[in-house]
């Protein structure tokens, strides 16, 4: 499985941006896929996660950034609302076939390659 992590850019704080994550090689419709992040000097964090309708959330985006996923296009879609400078970070969206959805990053087999977010004051 190849992801494709894409939706990147500079916001100012309030702003929004919608991150794709779009998978080919098998489709995976069944597969958990996670976002996570990691900022300037910091670890790479979990941020959220979904397999099949609802996700589940880092309590620092809960309430700003939904998850969600299209199986007709084979991507997982991170809005981000309300976006911090906090937010800025690199995010790398991950896949687990079977169907993982936690926080724990090992367990999620195949990467994308990160897109930069940067939030400014």
């Known amino acids: 499985v190849q992801l494709q992590a894409s939706g990147g850019g500079l916001v100012q704080a309030g702003g929004s941006l919608r991150l794709s994550c779009a998978a080919s090689?098998?489709?995976?419709?069944?597969?958990?896929v996670g976002w996570f992040r990691q900022a300037p000097g910091k670890e790479r964090e979990f941020v959220a996660a979904?397999?099949?309708?609802?996700?589940r959330y880092a309590d620092s985006v809960k309430g700003r950034f939904t998850i969600s996923k299209d199986n007709a296009r084979n991507t997982v879609y991170l809005q981000m609302d309300s976006l911090e400078p906090e937010d800025t970070a690199i995010y790398y969206c991950?896949?687990?076939?079977?169907?993982?959805?936690?926080?724990?990053?090992?367990?999620?087999?195949?990467w994308g390659q990160g897109t930069q977010v940067t939030v400014s004051s």
């Open positions: 979904i397999r099949w309708s609802s996700g």
């Open positions: 090689g098998r489709t995976f419709s069944t597969y958990g």
């Open positions: 991950a896949t687990d076939p079977d169907g993982y959805i936690g926080t724990i990053q090992h367990e999620y087999r195949y």
